[in-house]
């Protein structure tokens, strides 16, 4: 069973998230910040295929997970999508730029979470 990683700091939205991906075969482990997210990157290892985040979160933000995910080979296959408020222009480019592999924006459906989940080839 494949394994993905939800980060953010609303445990609803956790909750929401976990259990779209639960539902596509997925094994789901929590953070609620980017400091546990780095945390438990570092200790699941690439056992975490995918990694959903949240931009605004305290103490670490999910750019700067991104970023840093990024700039270690070991993460080099981690699927990255960010899944926020932010919904300017520049804001999305400068995710994918960082290294999201795509973005979801709040409020979003169980069909747009896995359409975005399909295009990465996550899901058949």
Same mark, same amino acid.
């Given at each position: 069973?494949?394994?993905?990683?939800?980060?953010?700091?609303? %445990?609803?939205?956790?909750?929401?998230?976990? /259990?779209?991906? !639960? =539902?596509?075969? $997925?094994?789901?482990?929590?953070?609620?910040?980017? %400091?546990?997210?780095?945390?438990?990157?570092?200790?699941?290892?690439?056992? #975490?295929?995918?990694?959903?985040?949240?931009?605004?979160?305290?103490?670490?933000?999910?750019?700067?997970?991104?970023?840093?995910?990024?700039? =270690?080979?070991? $993460?080099?296959?981690?699927?990255? @999508?960010?899944?926020?408020?932010?919904?300017?222009?520049? =804001?999305?480019?400068?995710?994918?730029? !960082?290294? !999201?592999?795509?973005?979801?924006? /709040? &409020? $979003?459906?169980?069909?747009?979470?896995?359409?975005?989940? %399909?295009? #990465?080839? @996550?899901? &058949?």
């Amino acid at each position: 069973m494949p394994k993905a990683l939800v980060v953010d700091d609303s %445990r609803a939205i956790r909750m929401i998230l976990s /259990k779209t991906l !639960a =539902q596509s075969g $997925f094994d789901v482990v929590h953070a609620a910040n980017g %400091r546990e997210a780095l945390e438990t990157m570092e200790r699941e290892g690439a056992s #975490i295929g995918l990694v959903l985040l949240d931009w605004n979160m305290p103490e670490v933000s999910g750019i700067e997970v991104v970023e840093r995910l990024r700039s =270690q080979s070991a $993460f080099n296959g981690v699927r990255l @999508v960010m899944v926020t408020t932010e919904t300017e222009i520049e =804001q999305m480019a400068r995710a994918l730029e !960082a290294g !999201a592999d795509e973005y979801i924006m /709040k &409020p $979003f459906t169980r069909e747009a979470v896995e359409d975005k989940l %399909r295009l #990465i080839g @996550v899901l &058949p």
